[in-house]
């Protein structure tokens, strides 16, 4: 069984700034991958970042980094230079056993101009 | 581009009458997956298909069911909608064999009113 725990409903970011969305997780799988997606208003996921478990560095995908820290078990997802368009809901997210992918609840992040 | 694709957007439908959700994708993938996802929630896995292979979850209601007829297509079948099934209803794709590990492709959902 696979668990993620995000704590942070919202957060809010001056535009420019640096964000950290926090993430836990807990599975019982030896190999297994870690996600982050944004959602914006919209409705559709974008795919932002992913993290292998056995990873030896930390995923970096444009201005998302993935702070990967093993034995706390925690993935946060780190937005720098925040832009207006960052603003959505971010939502983090580990596979594991057959083809199954665990969301958490999710952290809405608001720009401020 | 390849992509995933559900039709319609916006679905309306009255509460007991059946309604078909629809998604498909040219991107090969082999696995195909549904999703609810209600206001401010997390979405929750419904079922998915590996190849042909049919993966209900255990708390999806019998209510929902799902047809695959081949990689590209696959539908969501709500026989009987009630008000608590108004949700936004995500199709993903994802292909074992990525590096990625089960990296998910969605598509841009379908938002269900149920009357």
């Known amino acids: 069984a696979q668990k993620i725990t995000q704590t942070q409903p919202g957060m809010f970011v001056q535009e420019k700034e640096a964000v950290t969305l926090d993430c836990t997780y807990d599975t019982s799988d030896p190999s297994y991958g870690l996600f982050w997606y944004k959602q914006p208003s919209s409705g559709e996921m974008i795919f932002l970042i992913y993290?292998?478990?056995?990873?030896?560095q930390n995923a970096t995908e444009g201005r998302y980094s993935l702070n990967f820290q093993k034995a706390r078990k925690s993935a946060n997802l780190v937005i720098s230079a925040s832009q207006l368009g960052d603003s959505a809901m971010y939502f983090c997210a580990t596979n594991g056993g057959y083809q199954k992918v665990t969301f958490g609840i999710g952290t809405k992040l608001q720009v401020i101009p | 581009d390849a992509m995933v694709i559900q039709n319609p957007r916006y679905q309306v439908t009255q509460f007991g009458k059946p309604v078909t959700l629809s998604c498909s994708q040219t991107l090969n993938h082999n696995v195909m997956y549904w999703y609810q996802q209600k206001s401010s929630q997390a979405p929750k896995l419904l079922f998915h298909?590996?190849?042909?292979?049919?993966?209900n979850e255990a708390d999806t209601p019998d209510n929902f069911q799902s047809r695959r007829p081949n990689t590209s297509f696959c539908f969501l079948d709500i026989r009987s909608p009630g008000l608590g099934d108004a949700a936004m209803y995500l199709c993903a794709t994802s292909r074992t064999s990525s590096d990625r590990g089960r990296e998910q492709y969605f598509g841009p959902g379908t938002r269900l009113t149920v009357t």
């Open positions: 298909y590996y190849d042909k292979d049919f993966n």
């Open positions: 993290q292998g478990s056995y990873d030896q």
